[in-house]
């Protein structure tokens, strides 16, 4: 399992973050990124949260 962020899709609304702060977090180019690589349940509402799918595992 590998967590990417499609940041050509990302639109920065950091509801993935918001949802599960210990795997997302929003940097200073305005765009989600993976921290850390964690198996959690977070992950995947993150996944299914994300309004433009840039999400994937």
Do not use: T, Y
Request: aromatic share 2%.
């Amino acid at each position: 399992m590998a967590i990417k962020i499609d940041q050509e899709k990302c639109i920065g609304c950091g509801l993935c973050a918001s949802i599960c702060e210990e795997v997302f977090e929003m940097r200073d180019d305005g765009k989600a990124h993976v921290k850390k690589q964690k198996n959690l349940p977070c992950v995947k509402e993150a996944i299914s949260s994300c309004p433009v799918e840039a999400i994937s595992e």
